[in-house]
């Protein structure tokens, strides 16, 4: 049995399955980010002294970072586009150009902990340095499962764009939310986290 709405929308949301779903676990996500970041204002609110982001860590690195994941948005957003106008080769280089952004941004990432590491920073430094490896560790996970999901579409899953080219179009509009979503947490832990 076929299950309904993969391409066409449900009669009660007006959204596809997949659509709907991917707002479902944003739902939730925002949540568990918002946990985190009221937990940050509720230790530094409490603390007696907290440090300053910009004298702990690397504000040069973190603004590279914000500028490599806002034009990996825009280049989900190509992807797509491309897709939709039936330019797939194109729409495959604009999700490999993604997936460059994201590994830049991983790596970008992984020089500033390993000079924290070199300081001997660590989560169990201090709370500052607890929340600050909490929530960027948490938002990279996020990254590397972007990640996955672009690498399975551009590669082996792009078959489905000959058999099935809406239902993977919109595969790849549902995964360009989540990655939306994912640069929009960074675009609040940046200031949150570096500049106050």
């Given at each position: 049995m076929e299950i309904p709405y993969n391409v066409a929308p449900r009669p009660d949301t007006g959204l596809y399955n997949a659509k709907l779903g991917i707002w479902l676990f944003l739902a939730s996500e925002v949540m568990l980010f918002g946990?985190?970041?009221?937990?940050?204002?509720l230790l530094r609110s409490g603390a007696p002294s907290w440090p300053r982001g910009w004298e702990e860590l690397n504000v040069p690195l973190a603004t590279i970072n914000t500028f490599v994941l806002i034009f990996s948005s825009v280049a989900v957003v190509m992807a797509w586009a491309n897709f939709r106008l039936g330019q797939f080769s194109k729409g495959r280089i604009w999700l490999g150009v993604t997936l460059l952004c994201a590994a830049g941004f991983m790596v970008i990432k992984g020089f500033e902990y390993a000079h924290k590491f070199?300081?001997?920073?660590?989560?169990s430094t201090s709370n500052f340095?607890?929340?600050?490896?909490?929530?960027?560790?948490?938002h990279g996970l996020h990254v590397l499962g972007g990640v996955v999901v672009f690498g399975y579409f551009a590669g082996p899953g792009s078959k489905m764009y000959f058999s099935e080219r809406q239902r993977f179009i919109n595969r790849i509009e549902v995964a360009g939310l989540y990655w939306h979503f994912v640069d929009l947490v960074w675009i609040f832990l940046f200031p949150t986290l570096y500049l106050l």
């Open positions: 946990a985190l970041f009221s937990s940050l204002i070199h300081l001997h920073h660590y989560p340095f607890a929340i600050y490896f909490v929530m960027t560790g948490l």
